[in-house]
C-alpha cells in the first residue's frame, strides 16, 4: 500500500497558500512583527488571521483550511451523505484550541470537543475530527497517526488539519517562563534566547488513493514516537527520546542516516531544545544533512507547526531549493550540524521532519518528495 | 525587617510557593544549597522564586540568570531581599 | 491482544482489577493526596502537578506494579495512550486568572495547562521512553483506542499499552449526578489476559 499526502493549503504570518508562503521564505521574509506584552515584555509574534470580534476565530480558519484541501480532490471524499464517508476521517492538532471562550470565562465552551463537533456541523464532516493534543509535537504525531490508521485499514482518506491562535493566555504563560525572545526567534544560533509565537493553520490530506490527488506532494515511508522521560517541560539532554523517535522511523521504513536529503527540525530558538535537537542528530549521524528550522519565519505555531512546517519542507524539496534556517546567523558550534545559513539543496528526496513538547514527547516522520 | 524573622518566613514561603508538601519550613537550614541535592529544585522551581520575590518582596529580577546566586540558599536570598529594601529608591 | 490489569479512580476509591487498594474523601486535592499515600508512594514531584496529572499518575500507578511484577520491559516496550473531555480545563482556569487581572502568571502552573501533562509525568515517573499519545474526545472512541493499541504492538515493537481515561471534569456517558474526578486505565498486552474488545474497553473507562 502506498500512502500519499496533497491537497495542501496554508495560512500563517507570511500569508495564504503554500506556494506564496514558500516564495517568501526563500526570498528571506520574516513574518515576524514586535508586540510589547502585558507588564511590559517585549516579544515578536506571528499574526497571520484578521483581528476581529469573531467569537470562534480558530474554527473560521480551520474551515476555510478544511474547504481548501477539499476542493483541490479530485472527488469529495469528506462528504458526510458521501459513498466514502465510512473511509474518510479528519484529524485535528491543537493545543488550545478556541481559548478565547475561556479567556471570557465559559470554560466548556472551550473545550477541544466541542470546536470538533463544531467543524463536523459546518464542515458536514461524517464524523467529528479526531483531536489530537501532544503540545508541540501535535502536528507531526497527527500526520503519522494519519499515515498509522490508513495502513491499519481504518480509513482510506485522511485530513490532517493543524492550528492554534496567538493569545494572551499562551503568550502570558511563556512569558512567566522567560521563554521568549526579545526579537525574533534564532533558531539554532549562538546567542538564540527563546522562542517567538505565531499563530497559523495548515491542512493536508492522506490517502492510499493516487488518483484522489491532481498532483501528489509526497509518499509517507514511515513515522516513529519517543518520550524523553525527564521533565515536565525541560527537554532529555541526551536528546533521548528524540533519537528514540527518529529511530524508531528509520527501522519503520527501512531507513539509514545516508538516504535523508533534508532535515526539517523543530529548532524553536530556545537554548535547551535546539541543544537538544543539536545532541540528537549528531546521535544519529545526520550532521551532514541539511538542516533547519521555518520558525524564524513565521513562529512556533505550536499545534499547526507540525502540519504546516512538513507541507513547506515539501514544496522546498519539490523546487530543490530549502529555505535557509532564519535567524541562524552566527551557528552554535557544539555539537555542530549542517543548519543552513542560505537557501539549499537537498541530498535526496527522502524529507525527515522531527517535532519535540511539553511533556517529552518526541514525533519524527519520513516522507518522500 | 529582623533579618530571623524575614529568613523565617521566607522558608514557609519557599515550601509554600513550590508545594514542598513533605518539607517542614523549620528544617530549611539557613545556608543549606536550595538547588542541587537538597531540596530538589528545579528549573520550575527557580522560576517560580523569582514569582515570590515580585509578589511578596516588590522584587523584580528580568534575567533568570541572575537567579542563580541569589536563589543559592535561605541567606543568599535573605542578603538579596535587604540589601533592596534598604537601597535609595 | 488481552487485557491483563484495569484501574478505575471513582467516588475518592481508587480500585485495581475492581478491589480497592486506597480511598479518600472530598472533591479537592485531599482525595488525590490520600490516594497517594494510601498507595504507600514516595514521590515528592507528586505535590507539584496539577489535579488532572495527579489524577492520571494514580490511575496508572497500579498498572506499572504490574508491570514491574511481571518483569516487562517499562522503560522501551510499553505504550500509552491517554484521552479525555476537558483536557487541562482546570488549571486552564488558575492559570488564566491572575493573567486576566494583568498580574504576572506562575510557571508552575502553565507548565500543566497542556493534556499530555498526565501522560507526560506518567512516563517521567516510570521511565518509560515508548510512544505516547494524546487524545480529546467528548467519550472514548474505543474502536480507535485498540487500533492505536494494537498498532503500538504490532507495528511499534511494544509488548503492553496502557489506555486510559482521566478526567477532573467530565465523566464520559454519565448522566447521572456529578461524579467526583475520574479515572479509568486498561493494561493491554499481546499473550496473557482475556481478550479485549471496543465494547469491553468501554466499560472499562467509563464509571458505573
Redesign the interface.
Known sequence: MEILLGADHVTCALGSGSTHVLDAMLDGQCGLVPETLPGGIAAYVGRAFPKGADQHPLEEQLLETVASCRAQLSRDVFAADGREAMRSAVILSTTKGEIGFLEKGDTTAAFLPALAERLRIRASLPAAPIVVSNACASGTLAIKLAADLIRAGSYDHVLVIGGDLLSRFTLSGFA???ALSAGPCRPFDRTRDGVSLGEAVAGVVLSNDRALFKEPLGRYIAGGMGNDAN????PSRTGEGLVRAVNAALRAGDKTASDIGHINAHGTGSSYNDRMEAVAFGRLDMEHVPTNSHKGYFGHTLGAAGVLETILSLHAMHRKQLPASLGANDLDELPPLNVLQSVGTPLSNLLLKTSSGFGGCNAAIFIEA | MDREELKRNLKQQIVKQ?????VKPESIADDAPLFGDGL?L????A??L??LL?RHYGIKIT??KDGRTIFTSVNTMADHILAHLAAPK | MKLLATTRIQDGRLLFNDTELAHGIGEDSDFL?ALYGGLGMDY?KF??MDRYARLSLLAAEPLYRKLREEGADIVNAVGLVTVNRSASAATDTEHWEPVSRGE?A???VF?YTLPNTGAGEITIRHGAFGPSICLASEHPDCDLLLTIADDMIASQGMTHVIVGWSDIFAAPYWSGPPTLPFAGFALIGLDAGTPITPTGLQAILTPH
Open positions: 512567566s517562563l522567560h521533565h515536565i517541560s525541560g | 513550590l508545594n514542598l508538601e513533605e530538589g528545579d528549573s520550575i522551581d522560576l517560580e523569582i514569582v515580585d534575567d533568570p | 493526596r515528592p505535590h507539584k504576572s506562575s510557571p508552575a507548565v
